[in-house]
């Protein structure tokens, strides 16, 4: 099967990227806690922050308990946070821990030398 640019680059980093863990030995995340991981560093990069209600609302992901379960999950992983906004201690927003920044940059180095790898060839 032939391969195209953008699909060999984004194999190259899909294997980069699974080399890279910034968890403790043996521990993973679960697929829907990656996704719902990326939601959150999303809208915090949009400056859109996502409150617990509003990622438990995330239906097209899984039910409002397992997705629960699974922030519980990426809190003790110490992955998430929650804080309040303002005045206002009901509205509880997730927060990416600096271990989940360093995830995310860790995600950012694969692809540039993904990038760069695709230049060289």
Do not use: C, W
């Not at 397992?66 to 992983?77: A, C, F, G």
């Amino acid at each position: 099967m032939n391969f195209s640019a953008a699909a060999n680059l984004y194999g190259q980093f899909l294997q980069l990227a699974q080399s890279v863990s910034t968890l403790p030995p043996g521990l993973t995340l679960s697929p829907l806690e990656a996704v719902l991981l990326q939601e959150v560093f999303l809208r915090s990069r949009d400056k859109r922050p996502l409150t617990v209600k509003e990622a438990i609302e995330l239906k097209h992901l899984a039910s409002p308990s397992t997705l629960h379960k699974r922030i519980t999950q990426l809190r003790k992983l110490q992955l998430l946070d929650t804080e309040h906004h303002g005045s206002d201690h009901r509205t509880k927003y997730l927060v990416l821990t600096p271990h989940a920044m360093t995830h995310f940059h860790a995600l950012g180095i694969a692809m540039q030398k993904a990038l760069r790898m695709q230049t060289a060839d």
